[in-house]
């Protein structure tokens, strides 16, 4: 063969007989870098233990149904709660619009006994995740009590919003600092002015396997995976919530490595039981759902039971979407005695935009 260079006959690629095509176009693959750009994964994690199994699965299905990338979950559960978490997700696979792993609970061998007790059973799970998923750049958790109202992409997309400091993005604990539980109670460090809860929370776990940490225990600055324990053994007779009292420590020492995004993001009972303190909700509505204090599942929180009672119910048929919203308005309207029940419309405002706008994307997109 000649040694033409391809670029030699363009614009036409038409190749002489002497010239060998296969040299040719294998040294375009290169010169131009035709490549296909795999389509990017949102990866969304939740610990269940216990009687959470129609929670999570209520939490996953608010997710998949209105989301738009793919997602892929990272479910890390009891043993016994394996079987059944297989057989319901693989009755989705028909979706094809989500993947996911099951993991057991693990915590570091030599402690293992003093993180499963520490506050709920599993939930300092959570800590441990940038260290057993090494290989996600970065992860949403969530706790099996959220309810996404709106797609799972539009929280994604705040870890563009982080500056070069920022590791991970938490919502405040309280708006209003007259009923914060941190400012009135806390026997150690917490971010802010009413600390930060951790029931959602958006990591760029590459930075955080890289960082080192700014702590009270020693002028040497620790690494996640160092600095856990010593913090756990520090303030063990002094937290009261386990591991979120721990983050609230891990950022009182390093606020720059914090964002901090609205109360919508991570809206709760605490938010609208004593009267409305999330303005931003108000204006815009609710865009994750946080039904923490058991309020799913009693009558003490009409409201939160209505919304997540409808999404359990719903199955993935568009039609039967579209018609979530009526009946759904029904049954706010009967919570008007309580106080969240008042303010009925924050609970539906970004479900119904986002029930328009799933309709309004082409059904490849769904």
């Not at 309280?174 to 109670?185: A, Q």
């Not at 539906?348 to 309709?359: F, P, T």
């Amino acid at each position: 063969c000649k040694d033409f260079s391809l670029c030699y006959w363009n614009p036409y690629w038409m190749l002489p007989s002497d010239v060998c095509g296969m040299n040719c176009f294998w040294e375009a693959a290169f010169r131009y870098s035709l490549k296909i750009q795999p389509v990017e994964k949102m990866h969304l994690a939740v610990v269940a233990c216990g009687e959470r199994l129609e929670e999570t699965m209520t939490m996953l299905k608010s997710a998949i149904i209105f989301s738009i990338k793919p997602l892929q979950f990272h479910i890390f559960a009891e043993d016994q709660l394996h079987h059944s978490f297989k057989g319901r997700l693989d009755n989705w696979s028909f979706l094809q619009t989500f993947n996911y792993t099951l993991y057991p609970i693990t915590f570091p061998s030599e402690n293992a006994a003093e993180w499963k007790k520490l506050f709920k059973p599993c939930a300092s799970q959570r800590l441990f995740l940038p260290l057993i998923l090494k290989e996600v750049d970065s992860l949403l958790y969530v706790d099996t009590d959220i309810l996404f109202l709106r797609p799972v992409d539009d929280i994604w997309s705040l870890l563009k919003k982080f500056n070069s400091t920022q590791i991970a993005a938490m919502a405040p604990e309280h708006e209003e600092p007259r009923i914060g539980w941190y400012n009135r109670f806390a026997r150690h460090p917490y971010y802010g002015k009413t600390g930060v809860n951790s029931g959602v929370m958006l990591m760029n776990m590459t930075r955080m396997r890289r960082k080192y940490f700014k702590n009270d225990m020693t002028t040497v600055r620790l690494q996640w995976g160092d600095i856990l324990m010593p913090l756990l053994k520090k303030y063990k007779l002094n937290i009261t919530w386990g591991d979120q009292d721990l983050l609230n420590i891990v950022f009182f020492h390093n606020p720059e490595s914090l964002f901090v995004f609205p109360c919508q993001w991570n809206y709760r009972p605490d938010h609208c039981i004593y009267g409305s303190n999330c303005q931003e909700a108000e204006e815009e509505g609710i865009f994750i759902l946080h039904g923490n204090r058991g309020v799913y599942h009693d009558d003490k929180q009409p409201a939160f039971r209505a919304v997540y009672e409808a999404l359990r119910n719903c199955s993935f048929e568009d039609d039967n979407i579209r018609s979530l919203l009526k009946p759904l308005e029904l049954e706010l309207q009967k919570t008007v005695h309580t106080y969240c029940g008042k303010i009925y419309k924050i609970f539906i405002k970004q479900l119904a935009k986002s029930v328009r706008d799933r309709y309004a994307r082409s059904p490849k997109e769904k």
